[in-house]
């Protein structure tokens, strides 16, 4: 069975740190790229950081930039989505994608370009 499962999250201090982790198992095809999504009530889910499986390639968005770090570790099959700094605009649902069978990543991760999804994980950031 083909799943990530996602860890971490939770309520946090604003100015505070937060790890997420995102899990693959199951997947035959080769992962070619891993992301993470956040959404906020009433918004849209935007992708805020990618890695390609080599590592060599790694995307954030403007809002995220110097405050979250992504990694792997691929002997784990896990992501990681190290969360510092937090704002109080950081609080959402984070999720994280695979991209399977895939070269390397989009150049800005959309939704429709990811096939394999956790099952979502909250953040919460206490004022």
């Known amino acids: 069975q083909m799943q990530l499962v996602q860890s971490g999250g939770g309520s946090v201090q604003a100015g505070g740190s937060l790890r997420l982790s995102c899990a693959a198992s199951?997947?035959?095809?080769?992962?070619?790229?891993m992301a993470w999504f956040r959404q906020a009530p009433g918004k849209e889910r935007e992708g805020v950081a990618a890695?390609?499986?080599?590592?060599?390639?790694?995307y954030y968005a403007d809002s995220v930039k110097g405050r979250f770090t992504i990694s792997q570790d691929n002997t784990k099959n896990t992501v990681y989505l190290q969360i510092n700094s937090l704002k109080p605009e950081d609080a959402a649902m984070y999720y994280c994608?695979?991209?399977?069978?895939?070269?390397?990543?989009?150049?800005?991760?959309?939704?429709?370009?990811?096939?394999?999804w956790g099952q979502g994980i909250q953040v919460t950031v206490a004022s």
């Open positions: 994608a695979g991209l399977y069978g895939g070269s390397g990543c989009p150049s800005v991760p959309l939704e429709i370009s990811f096939g394999a």
């Open positions: 890695i390609s499986a080599s590592g060599g390639v790694r």
């Open positions: 199951g997947f035959t095809y080769r992962r070619s790229c």
